[in-house]
Antibody, heavy 122, light 106 residues
Framework: EVQLVESGGGLVQPGGSLRLSCAASGFTFSSYAMSWVRQAPGKGLEWVSVISTSGDNTYYGDSVKGRFTISRDNSENTLYLQMNSLRAEDTAVYYC???????????????WGKGTTVTVSS | IVMTQSPATLSVSPGERATLSCRASHSVRSDLAWYQQKPGQAPRLLIYGASTRATGIPARFSGSGSGTEFTLTISSLQSEDFAVYYCHQYNNWPLTFGGGTKVEIK
């Protein structure tokens, strides 16, 4: 069974840092690009970042560019999100998601973890 | 690309048909997915490629459209279908989601 389990969330002060992890199992992790998506309390979904299979290519949403860094360890089947200079508006549930290729060769997110909660507050 | 979903809330009786709309500000071809989210749960993939049901998704869910106009239809609403539905385009960076349509019991 394909499974993604996020961890590392918690309460952090504005300006602080946090590193999220996403442990993958049930599939060949190194063969799939991965994403982070977040959801602020009571709000919709917001894409955060994507990383390629090797980790060589990364993409970020404008709201986190320059502050967040996505990475992966294929030997440990784990995805990471390093979050620096955190702001109150970064408060959200953070989901990791596996990317799958469609027939058009573009990638959708097919499997999602249950999420980890990040709260930025003093 | 801005994704606009309508209506924001849809009140439907069990057994009735529900039609949800999603409009893209620019063409996303058929690179459009639909997700279902229940309170306290992660999103669940329903449809990708605008019209292909994901594994295990019941046939009462169907998607259509291409370019800028898309529709998710639930042919006969079951109690477990009351949830929030999001469309998502994966054709262009940045990846974007619609604001969601909440399907509630009438």
């Amino acid at each position: 069974e394909v499974q993604l389990v996020e961890s590392g969330g918690g309460l952090v002060q504005p300006g602080g840092s946090l590193r999220l992890s996403c442990a993958a199992s049930g599939f060949t992790f190194s063969s799939y690009a991965m994403s982070w998506v977040r959801q602020a309390p009571g709000k919709g979904l917001e894409w955060v970042s994507v990383i390629s299979t090797s980790g060589d290519n990364t993409y970020y949403g404008d709201s986190v560019k320059g502050r967040f860094t996505i990475s992966r360890d294929n030997s440990e089947n784990t995805l990471y999100l390093q979050m620096n200079s955190l702001r109150a508006e970064d408060t959200a549930v953070y989901y990791c998601a596996k990317r799958e290729a469609s027939s058009s060769s573009y990638y959708y997110m097919d499997v999602w973890g249950k999420g980890t909660t990040v709260t930025v507050s003093s | 690309i801005v994704m606009t979903q309508s209506p924001a809330t849809l009140s439907v009786s069990p057994g009735e048909r529900a039609t949800l709309s999603c409009r893209a500000s620019h063409s996303v071809r058929s690179d459009l997915a639909w997700y279902q989210q229940k309170p306290g749960q992660a999103p669940r993939l329903l449809i990708y490629g605008a019209s292909t049901r994901a594994t295990g998704i019941p046939a009462r869910f169907s998607g259509s459209g291409s370019g800028t106009e898309f529709t998710l239809t639930i042919s006969s609403l079951q109690s477990e279908d009351f949830a929030v539905y999001y469309c998502h385009q994966y054709n262009n960076w940045p990846l974007t989601f619609g604001g969601g349509t909440k399907v509630e019991i009438k």
